[in-house]
């Protein structure tokens, strides 16, 4: 149980750290102090104790960490155990990468369906998932919901999608259209992802002058 509002660089942490004890479970390591699990991650023994302080008391003195307990810890933490389904909004050349691809189970999200206008694709599936017309949406939330939309649409059709998907009662919005969204209801969450800026921060970095 959180102790305290967790900041945001925390919560972007955690999924490394689920990574990494994820893969130290698979080696057959059993257990791992905060030093080497710090010096794994680029982060200090301290940093590794604060961030995991702000949700319980984890690991034991002169022990450290159990890996699969602290793995599963992580896990619960982030909601990879609560069933958390999605559905794809566009299936382009974006959608169709992420339904053929991304391993969504991986992350404990079930994707279920998918939707766009495309005459190609609507009724057929992609990667198993079946793809809807988009004038389906609200008919299909209705009876079986979802927490998750995932935005691959053009962004001129963003901010209407989006605020089909609040209405229908999605929870989040994982935001790949590069559109900045105005949320009807603050209690959603959106998520943006921007390939552009993580490129023109790579960009900058190898341009410094030494």
């Avoid at 991650?41 to 003195?61: H, M, N, V, Y």
């Avoid at 999605?170 to 959603?188: M, Q, R």
Wanted: net charge negative; with cysteine.
């Amino acid at each position: 149980m959180r102790k305290q509002k967790v900041s945001s660089a925390v919560i972007r942490r955690l999924p490394r750290y689920y990574r990494h004890l994820n893969d130290l479970h698979h080696a057959g390591v059993e257990r791992i102090s905060s030093n080497a699990l710090g010096n794994s991650l680029g982060l200090t023994a301290s940093q590794i104790r604060q961030d995991l302080s702000c949700f319980g008391e984890f690991g034991q003195q002169g022990y450290g960490y159990n890996v699969s307990t602290l793995r599963d810890e992580v896990a619960d933490i982030l909601g990879m155990n609560r069933g958390h389904t999605a559905v794809i909004l566009g299936v382009g050349n974006l959608g169709r990468a992420l339904l053929e691809n991304f391993h969504f189970e991986r992350s404990g999200v079930v994707l279920a369906a998918a939707f766009d206008v495309a005459p190609g694709v609507v009724g057929r599936e992609v990667s198993h998932i079946p793809v809807y017309h988009v004038d389906q949406l609200e008919d299909y939330l209705a009876r079986q919901p979802a927490s998750i939309g995932v935005l691959t649409v053009p962004g001129r059709a963003a901010p209407t999608i989006a605020d089909r998907l609040v209405r229908a009662g999605v929870k989040g919005i994982w935001n790949f259209t590069n559109i900045e969204l105005s949320l009807s209801s603050p209690e959603v969450v959106v998520e943006d992802v921007h390939f552009a800026d993580s490129l023109l921060a790579l960009s900058y970095m190898i341009s410094e002058e030494p």
